[in-house]
């Protein structure tokens, strides 16, 4: 068997994990078309000392659902958006957890708010880690199954 063989499947969509950042259950796409990772945020402040300071909306339904996060800027750059529009932004590396995959992360901060997941998983990420079965979705991080209430019915 190959050094594939070992590595863990992925779906085309995954729940992520920011566990320094309190963020966990984050829905992501797995997108192999995409170089780097990109996470939604909102209310991005620079501040002193190359930091950076953002809002990560942990729900599309519920917008009171967020996280304020501090953290230092990696690198700015150019990126190709979706669009085939060049934008600069602003990355930053981050502990990350996807399923048995942890490792640390460099992710670009970007305006998503019209795109259905708050986050890309690019193949700079999955590159060595994992491999992408896009015919499935929550393989790694199966969905969390609701409660059934047992209904009890009456004798009469």
């Not at 969509?13 to 984050?26: D, H, K």
């Not at 990696?74 to 085939?84: E, H, L, P």
């Not at 499935?136 to 199954?145: A, E, N, S, V």
Request: glycine share 6%.
């Amino acid at each position: 068997m190959g050094r594939h063989s070992e590595l863990p499947i992925v779906g085309l969509a995954e729940y992520v994990s920011f566990p320094e950042w309190g963020i966990t259950r984050l829905k992501a796409k797995i997108d192999t078309g995409a170089r780097s990772s990109a996470l939604h945020v909102e209310n991005i402040k620079e501040l002193p000392r190359n930091k950076v300071e953002f809002d990560v909306l942990l729900d599309r339904a519920d917008r009171t659902r967020r996280v304020r996060v501090k953290t230092q800027v990696s690198r700015r750059a150019r990126v190709r958006s979706s669009n085939g529009q060049y934008e600069e932004r602003i990355f930053v590396t981050a502990k990350f957890e996807m399923g048995s995959i942890i490792q640390t992360i460099e992710l670009s901060l970007v305006d998503r708010a019209q795109m259905r997941y708050r986050m890309l998983v690019g193949r700079t990420t999955l590159s060595g880690h994992a491999l992408v079965d896009v015919s499935r979705r929550f393989i790694l991080t199966k969905l969390r199954k609701k409660k059934k209430v047992a209904k009890v019915r009456a004798k009469g």
